[in-house]
Nanobody
Framework: QLQLVESGGGLVQPGESLRLSCAAS????????VGWFRQAPGKEREGVSC????????LYPTSTKGRFTISRTKANNTVHLQMHNLKPDDTALYFC?????????????????WGQGTQVTVSS
């Protein structure tokens, strides 16, 4: 059974950076696509980024392009989301998820495994 644990969230000021991590256990992430999703209070969950097993990736909200970068460290079975120039609109609970597939998807229902989430709050 694949288990995912997120870390790295916190309270930051606008313009600052955070690096989220998604650590996997139970199975290697090499066979999985890993995505990051976020959900703000009162809003629907949205896909933020995704990385395929060969490193191919996609970013979904136009608001994150140029600011967010996804990467994976195979040796540590971990996927990271580096976030720069954070804005108050980035405030949300961030989840990582994994799907046993070769290709990215921005739809949460395509993912079989989920972590518990890590809170990101951007406020001055």
């Amino acid at each position: 059974q694949l288990q995912l644990v997120e870390s790295g969230g916190g309270l930051v000021q606008p313009g600052e950076s955070l690096r989220l991590s998604c650590a996997a256990s139970g199975r290697t992430l090499d066979d999985y696509v890993v995505g990051w999703f976020r959900q703000a209070p009162g809003k629907e969950r949205e896909g933020v980024s995704c990385i395929e097993y060969d490193g191919g990736n996609a970013l979904y909200p136009t608001s994150t392009k140029g600011r967010f970068t996804i990467s994976r460290t195979k040796a540590n079975n971990t996927v990271h989301l580096q976030m720069h120039n954070l804005k108050p609109d980035d405030t949300a609970l961030y989840f990582c998820a994994a799907r046993f597939n070769r290709y990215c998807s921005g739809r949460g229902q395509d993912y079989e495994y989920w972590g518990q989430g890590t809170q990101v709050t951007v406020s001055s």
